[in-house]
């Protein structure tokens, strides 16, 4: 199965308590942090929403 690097690039100060949830359900509380996720459509819809905030690329 294919995998997805997220890095959080911009800070969670100042956007919405339900784009602060979905950072947090991927992992990444601050600016800097590095996750791998599984590439799947839940996955993809959490980039989707908070796409602006984050780096992604393929693990």
């Known amino acids: 199965m294919a995998e997805i690097k997220i890095k ?3 800070s969670l100060i100042g956007t919405k308590k ?3 949830a979905t950072a947090n359900s991927l992992g990444l509380r601050k600016i800097g942090d590095v996750t ?3 590439d799947n ?6 980039i989707h929403k908070i796409g602006f905030l984050l780096e992604v690329t393929e693990a």
Request: net charge positive.
């Open 18 to 20: 339900d784009q602060i």
């Open 36 to 38: 791998v996720q599984p």
């Open 8 to 10: 959080l690039a911009k």
């Open 41 to 46: 459509a839940q996955t993809r819809g959490k």
